[in-house]
């Protein structure tokens, strides 16, 4: 395989006419209305409706956006599932342009008017690849290309990059995907929520703006009213107007060894070596799981330039009120490895936004090396450093689908996603909570939380786990969080691990570190594990054992901490080999 970067520039012909056509005025409309970004470079143009061949010869609508100057120009693609209009053709169409882009806008095949039938993961890695045989046949395409877009357009990056073409030249990964099975089953739960917003934004986002807003308020509604006692994905039905065949197949899959996800993980393309790929997340962005594995791989594949920006976002924050600081970030990327202008790189790898803090930390890797410490339950609600005796009983809670435990704030795909107060979540029967000591210094939280559960219950479910920020007033916020699977017939204490997800965060002198324990929060996961099943779901009743053990990496913080937002000097400089430079 020929690495991206051995691949000579190709000059574009000179004899390409740029058409007269312009970005709609609603495109127009809506950049107008972004503060906090770079002055406009180039006029941008349009050519709409491009039907590009796909690998079985199916047409690909595509859009092209264009700076309106004369020379030589580096290519975005953009292939996208969610139709090309708002906000896809003035976020990465014209913005990217104006800053000195082609921007090839891709609608994936059986989405946007595209032909042929789509899928989750089938056709991306064949697709994407004749998209750019298509381009070396364009007289503006100059031979060097560049990939870029949030969640499935993630995906339809790391699809691409399992065989790089000798063309690309960078990857910026916002918030992506890269497997996903684990988009709708995480630790043995089944992340429903998840699945039906997915449904719902790949079946009507296309449509336009009002039949997408029309389809999720509907969703909403209909979820509300709808309790985890019957088995999805029939009982959900309706919320979708009828279940796509391709997400009744993936609600009906749990198994990672299932022969359904047979090459849907595109992992591996992290480990080809060749392509400088910068990866941003937030710390309450859903697939920022998804984002910490694929940057481990990045920094072990040798000769893979990487970068991490983790913000205080959520998966749709990150690309409103976080967009400044994001587009600045991926353009200083592109700007390094497209048009040679390192300019805008930052020293370090890895730039993190530490919560309870509103600070910004440049770290040379993450995870930083810290000491997993654990802290464990005690009587009475208390959390404690010193390990139990034992493993007796030490509180229950009954788990009720006819009135389930909601969901509050999260790393959720939904309205009302990141840190919410959890006062009043904490004060029902089936919520645990255990409550260290106010803190006498500050603690600094850096990398992976879990918990080591010791569990007995009368029935299967699904345990739900979070990590907490009490404040002097009592007021108890959401930090990271985790599902894990609960398979007991009750005559023993079983063990689980629960992983919560990385985090950077701050516990301030006189607050307080606080552990809560939960069965699955409505409707954000099923209730039991494998849940298509047809089971029927009643009561189920849990307790937790004094050997459970909330472990965090919170050893002496020694890292630089800088108050400048990442969008004042850019994205970090690459990496080798795991190091930084």
Known sequence: MTPAHDAPPR???TAWTPPAGKPPLSARL???????????????????????????????????YFPRAQGDFPTLLVRSPYGRGLPWGPQYGMLFAEQGFHVVLQSCRGTGGSGGRFHLWRNEAGDGAATVAWLREQPWFD???????????????????????????????????????????????????????????????????????????????????????????DSHADALGGVPAWLDEAIAAPDPNDPYWGGASTSAAAEVPGVPTAMITGWYDTLAGQTFEQYARLRRAAGRDSSLLVGPWTHTSALGKGWPEVFAESLAWLRAHL??????????????HVGGQ???????????????????????????????????PLASFTYDPAEPTPSVGGPLLSLGAGPRDNTTLEARGDVLTFTGPPLTEPVDVLGPVLARL???????????????????????????DGPA??????????RVTATMGHTAYRFAAGHRIRWQI?????????????????AAVGPVRITVHADSALVLPDGAPGDVVTGTPPGAVGLGSPTRGGAAR
């Open 11 to 13: 000059t574009a012909s």
């Open 30 to 64: 809506m950049r107008a209305g972004w503060r906090r970004l770079p002055a406009r470079l180039h006029e941008v143009g349009l050519e709409r409706g491009l039907a590009v061949p796909a690998a079985d010869g199916s047409p690909l609508v595509t859009d092209h």
């Open 143 to 233: 031979g060097t290309l560049g990939t870029i877009g949030p969640s499935y357009l993630g995906y339809t990056q790391w699809a691409l990059a399992l065989e790089p073409p000798p063309e690309l030249r960078a990857m910026v990964v916002q918030l992506g995907l890269h497997d996903p099975r684990a988009l709708f089953h995480a630790d043995g739960a089944l992340q429903l929520e998840h699945a039906l917003l997915v449904g719902t934004a790949i079946t009507h986002q296309h449509q336009g703006a009002l039949p997408f807003l029309r389809a999720t308020l509907r969703l909403r509604r209909l979820l509300r009213g709808l309790t985890p006692s019957t088995p999805p994905p």
């Open 339 to 352: 048009c040679s202008d390192p300019s805008g790189l930052r020293p370090t790898a890895v730039r993190v």
């Open 358 to 392: 509103d600070a910004w930390r440049d770290l040379d890797d993450w995870p930083p090396p810290r000491s997993a410490r654990p802290w464990f339950p005690a009587p009475d609600g208390h959390l404690i450093r010193q390990a139990p005796d034992g493993g007796a």
């Open 454 to 480: 010791s569990l007995s219950a009368d029935g299967r479910a699904v345990v739900f786990t979070r990590l907490c920020d009490v404040d002097p007033r009592g007021r108890s916020t959401n930090v990271c």
């Open 485 to 494: 699977a609960l398979r007991t017939d009750g005559a023993a204490p079983v």
């Open 518 to 534: 939960s069965a699955a929060p409505h409707p954000r996961f099923a209730p039991a594990p494998h849940p298509t099943d047809g």
